[in-house]
């Protein structure tokens, strides 16, 4: 009752739905990349993302609250194999390398 099991939003296997800030309700599906860069996938219709927008959670699916700064759009990758995939980097807000206290909320 007194301890917590604590997922990193850099672990590929954790899925967060966020937003993007200023892109007209652009919303994602945010997961663990490589290296400290994050991936955002599985976009709504929305323009192209701006780099520099800052990306929060957007509380949809009840698991995590909206509003959380989650990170800053680096850059936005289009690929076409057969369908078109489109991807946007977004820079980690947290330091985790240098992270040594956490909040955990219930």
Known sequence: PHTSEVLLIVDPSLKVSCIIEGERGMKGILSGGTDDILVMRHFTDGAGATP?????????GGVFPSGILVGTLVGETRRSDGALLRECEVQPFVDFENLEDVFVRK
Request: proline share 0%; no cysteine; aromatic share 12%.
């Open 52 to 60: 520099g927008a800052r990306v929060f959670t957007s509380g949809l």
